[in-house]
């Protein structure tokens, strides 16, 4: 049975049918949402850390995928920003350090060259998780 769910976004088209996906099984299982932006930190090494995006761009892509959970059946969707250097294991680590049992993401659309050689962050996720990994396309 799902009851924690997590759902990656990017604010991009192929994470709002994942943020839609993710809405509609919150509200039939009756399970927790979460969203969240993972805002990918560069640099630091001899300069200073730079994020991805800044925070007024995180807070859009949340408050847009919040609205759209909402709008899919979702009752209270909850948001969080994590800050990782790499995408996917900010992801996976979250998810088990607060006992997410679901993840759905959303994954580009990947043909000839690029689908043979499959790092996608989705693909990363679903070799990585402790959890089930729903990928929507």
Avoid at 61 to 76: E, F, M, P, Q, Y
């Amino acid at each position: 049975m799902i009851q924690k769910i997590l759902c990656p976004t990017d604010g991009t088209d192929h994470s709002a049918m994942a943020v839609a996906q993710a809405a509609e099984l919150s509200a039939k299982y009756d399970a927790a949402l979460t969203i969240c932006v993972v805002n990918v930190a560069h640099g630091g090494v001899r300069g200073p850390t730079i994020s991805h995006w800044t925070q007024d761009e995180v807070q859009k892509i949340l408050d847009d995928s919040v609205a759209l959970a909402r709008k899919h059946g979702a009752t209270n969707p909850h948001s969080v920003d994590i800050i990782s250097r790499e995408a996917a294991a900010g992801i996976v680590i979250y998810a088990e350090e607060n006992a997410f049992d679901h993840i759905v993401m959303g994954t580009g659309d990947k043909r000839g060259m690029s689908r043979l050689m499959l790092g996608s962050v989705a693909a990363d996720v679903s070799g990585r998780a402790h959890c089930s990994v729903t990928v929507v396309r």
